[in-house]
């Protein structure tokens, strides 16, 4: 059965439950601030199991795409080190939401292993909850006696709290559940131990398949358990290891999901899977991580270097690294596998053609640089190396190369036991936690539990047609984090402030009480699908009626920045071609910026185009025409375009300025002509194939030509208002020109004479020829003649010194054949010396120049140079 054959019986199964089949959501999260990526097959669902919102259908299946790489679920480093760990992975699930429960969820789950997929009885074990006694949880009994109705009692284990009883986070639903494990050894294995006593064991050959959720609790923020109104059904199961058991396979990778990609590494780099381990572990290493970076990059994350963003150029650079590392690679090879990828994955998630292109560009870029990155990590490696004094590496250098360079400490810990060196693990680790405790600090949040003051309440944006309004406290709690400090969340029966999505800004505002008194709004997010406003402090009495008032001036300032990305991208689609499609923006009340596609650098006439083009549409004072609530597919027949990588529901709003159209749920202008006027600020590569544009509308515009129209007076007055001010500057630049060419001839004059000056004074210290020394240059001049005396002897060590400009100014030159026989690195020795005069440097073993802001500090430094060759 191959793989499009598993997933496809899977979703009919569940359809002729009555269950219905949604998409995929976006491996990328974007509307949820408590995740970065996807992690389980629920996340699209939490704001039903939260009763935040209402489904379509009580029964719901999918297969989700999947990323594990951060926080609590994080399986990198476990990825290519054995068969069925996996970065990206597909999660088969079926939900209910407040319908069926455990007993249609383990009969329905039996009935498709065993008598649709035809897995053997004989091979399956299940576990249960046995309880906790800190939660005051018995053993979950309904579930063990609906098993034991099924399978011999000898095949149902308890489990503990870790393994059989799941929780959302630390607050939130949660419940226990049943796992289902099968037993792939051979006969004979089987029959020498017991595969009952390898369940939960890490055995490769006994793996869990299926998880059922049964979802009946809530974790308050005291730890405290509560039943939940509706008991729900969350199940998910491993697409990828499911794949290996009907398949007949020992491993994943040994499936049709993987064998695709591993035979175009083997074509591409010549080695051979499956005849050494290291070999193995890499070309799994890069089958998986491929999967991971391609399907983040077409639900729009684009590897950088925070956030997401950096998770996933991480998981690439991994890749690379066992690429360069164990298959001999040092040229980019992995954007190759894309269209493998595509080829094999696009059916049942068109995005990966649809962005084949950007996906492809973009990795191919990435592995230019970082491949780079490891020859620069090589060279300095070779340098700490050299001047390490015993054959241990100490750890916080190699944190350094680590952390500052992005050179992995793996390779780092190889190549000095290749050369019998060892590596301080203890120090770096030592370096690498206080890291992660201090980003672990700054980005912590504590939350306390809501107190609701309202129920049954529903909660209602009517910010588009209104920005202030009368409001009721539905629920508030407080959250303290090191960023923030201690603030309130609040939701209200409706509101007018517009929550963060889309790119845009969330709104600000103030909520006024009855009695006068005022709390500022700073800032309004969406999570769960519920409106989320920000405060630093409560109202006196929260069971009041509030007026809720929308920071207007903010607001129209953003409208026209998120109209002015509509109307720009339909300017780019025009100038440059269709091919153009937006890949991220952000819509502030004082900028905006659009980031598209787009193979090359727009020209100065193009930019002028694009800009001509949409004031054009500002000054056509084109009308909003708003559509809220249709179906997508009228919307999409009307020709509104979709932006990849968001989801959309079975409903949508549509924008449309003229002949511009869009899905969008941002707030926008009544008509173009409010803009008045857009200009765009500058122009740029994010990655391959990605350009972004920042612009500024409205006030922003007036101020930017008021700045400009003031410098061009204050120029005008230095020119001795001068008619021609361009003219009159490029007559200065020339006669600037001129003159510097006069200054370099003395200058190099100057160092004639100096050279022969220096030459005089140099002295022998131990044989070599020293002299250090402040000279009346700048860093240019102290180059050229360090290399001018350099080369008139074989044994020079110079470090020449100056304060020229009022900055200190350190150069060391050390002759090459001196720096290999004494083992000298000029760039470690200005580094050392740097601190004399408040700065730093660096540079190659033979010159390297240091500067500083302390010229007082050049005598001492000249004076401990000698310390290095006495």
Not at 39 to 54: R, T
Request: charged share 30%.
């Amino acid at each position: 059965m191959t793989s499009q054959e598993v997933r496809k019986q899977f979703l009919n199964f569940f359809k002729e439950k009555n269950h219905k089949i949604v998409p995929s959501a976006p491996m990328v999260m974007k509307d949820d601030p408590t995740l970065m990526f996807t992690n389980a097959g629920m996340n699209q669902f939490k704001e039903y199991f939260l009763g935040n919102s209402v489904p379509k259908s009580k029964r719901l299946t999918d297969t989700q795409k999947c990323l594990r790489v951060s926080g609590k679920h994080n399986d990198l480093e476990e990825v290519g080190k054995d068969t069925y760990h996996h970065t990206m992975f597909e999660m088969l699930g079926n939900w209910s939401v407040g319908d069926y429960f455990k007993k249609e969820a383990i009969e329905w789950a039996w009935e498709l292993l065993t008598e649709v997929f035809k897995i053997d009885e004989d091979s399956l074990y299940v576990s249960v909850f046995e309880g906790c006694e800190d939660d005051g949880l018995p053993l979950d009994q309904e579930a063990y006696d609906l098993w034991k109705a099924i399978v011999p009692e000898n095949r149902i284990i308890k489990g503990n709290k870790k393994d059989n009883f799941w929780e959302m986070g630390d607050q939130g639903p949660c419940g226990p559940c049943s796992e289902i494990h099968v037993d792939i050894r051979s006969e004979e294995d089987k029959e020498k131990v017991d595969g009952a006593s390898l369940v939960n064991q890490d055995h490769p050959q006994v793996v869990e398949i299926w998880n059922l959720v049964f979802m009946q609790f809530n974790r308050k923020a005291n730890g405290n358990l509560e039943p939940l109104p509706e008991k729900h059904i969350d199940t998910g199961m491993g697409f990828e290891r499911l794949c290996m058991v009907l398949q007949g396979k020992q491993s994943n990778y040994d499936t049709d999901v993987f064998t695709p990609l591993i035979r175009e590494v083997e074509t591409i780099t010549g080695k051979k899977y499956g005849k050494d381990e290291q070999t193995d572990i890499a070309v799994r290493v890069i089958a998986d991580h491929v999967r991971a970076v391609a399907f983040s990059i077409a639900d729009g994350q684009l590897p950088s270097n925070t956030g997401a963003g950096y998770v996933i150029r991480r998981i690439l650079r991994r890749a690379i690294r066992y690429g360069f590392t164990f298959l001999d690679t040092n040229t980019p090879f992995i954007y190759r596998l894309v269209k493998v990828l595509s080829e094999q994955m696009g059916k049942a998630f068109p995005e990966l053609k649809e962005q084949y292109q950007l996906i492809e560009n973009v990795i191919k870029e990435e592995e230019n640089s970082f491949l780079s990155t490891l020859e620069q990590g090589l060279v300095l490696l070779d340098s700490v190396i050299k001047s390490c004094k015993s054959n241990t590496i100490d750890g916080e250098k190699a944190f350094e190369l680590y952390d500052t360079f992005g050179f992995p400490i793996d390779l780092t810990a190889l190549i000095l036991e290749e050369k019998g060196y060892q590596l301080d693990t203890k120090g770096f680790d030592k370096a690498l936690k206080a890291q992660k405790d201090r980003s672990r600090a700054a980005s912590e949040v504590s939350k306390d539990d809501w107190n609701v003051l309202l129920t049954d309440t529903e909660q209602e944006f009517i910010g588009y047609d209104s920005l202030e309004t009368k409001v009721k406290l539905v629920k508030y709690r407080k959250v303290t984090s090191k960023k923030d400090g201690e603030q309130y969340q609040m939701v209200f029966n409706l509101t007018p402030f517009y929550a963060e999505g889309g790119g845009q800004v969330g709104d600000k505002g103030y909520l006024e009480a009855s009695n006068g008194d005022v709390i500022y709004i700073v800032d309004t997010k969406r999570e769960n699908n519920e409106i989320v406003h920000f405060t630093k402090s409560l109202p006196k009495e929260i069971s009041g009626t509030f007026k809720a008032v929308v920071d207007q001036k903010q607001r129209w300032r953003t409208a026209c920045n998120h109209t002015a990305t509509h109307l720009l991208h339909q300017a780019l689609r025009e100038v440059l071609g269709t091919h153009v499609e937006q890949k991220g923006s952000a819509v502030h009340s004082k900028y905006l910026r659009f980031d598209f596609s787009h193979f090359s650098k727009l020209t100065t006439k193009e930019l002028r185009e694009v800009e001509n083009f949409v004031n054009a549409r500002i000054d056509g004072h084109l009308a909003l025409e708003e559509s809220r609530n249709i179906p997508i597919e009228e919307a999409m027949q009307q020709g509104a375009m979709a932006l990849f990588g968001e989801k959309y529901g079975d409903t949508v709003r549509t924008i449309r300025f003229g002949q511009s159209v869009e899905l969008c749920g941002g707030t926008h202008v009544k008509n173009t002509a409010d803009i008045w006027h857009f200009k765009i600020v500058s122009e740029g590569a994010v990655a391959a194939g990605i350009r972004r544009i920042e612009a500024i509308t409205s006030d922003a515009v007036k101020e930017f030509y008021f700045n400009n129209n003031r410098m061009l007076f204050e120029i005008k007055d230095m020119l001795k208002n001068a008619q021609d001010p361009v003219k009159s500057v490029a007559s200065l630049q020339e006669e600037n020109l001129a003159l510097k060419k006069q200054v370099e001839l003395l200058l190099k004059d100057k160092a004639k004479g100096l050279k022969s000056e220096l030459i005089a004074e140099l002295e022998d210290v131990n044989g070599i020829q020293f002299l250090a020394q402040k000279v009346d240059l700048d860093a240019g001049g102290i180059k050229d003649l360090a290399f001018e005396i350099g080369g008139q002897m074989d044994n020079l060590f110079l470090l020449l010194a100056s304060d020229k400009g009022g900055k200190a100014i350190l150069s060391c030159y050390i002759s090459k054949g001196l720096a290999v026989e004494k083992d000298l690195n000029a760039g470690t020795i200005v580094r050392e010396l740097g601190k004399y005069i408040q700065g730093g440097g660096g540079g190659q073993p033979f010159f390297a120049t240091a500067g500083g802001k302390n010229p007082e500090g050049i005598p001492e430094a000249l004076e401990k140079v000698r310390d290095y060759i006495s």
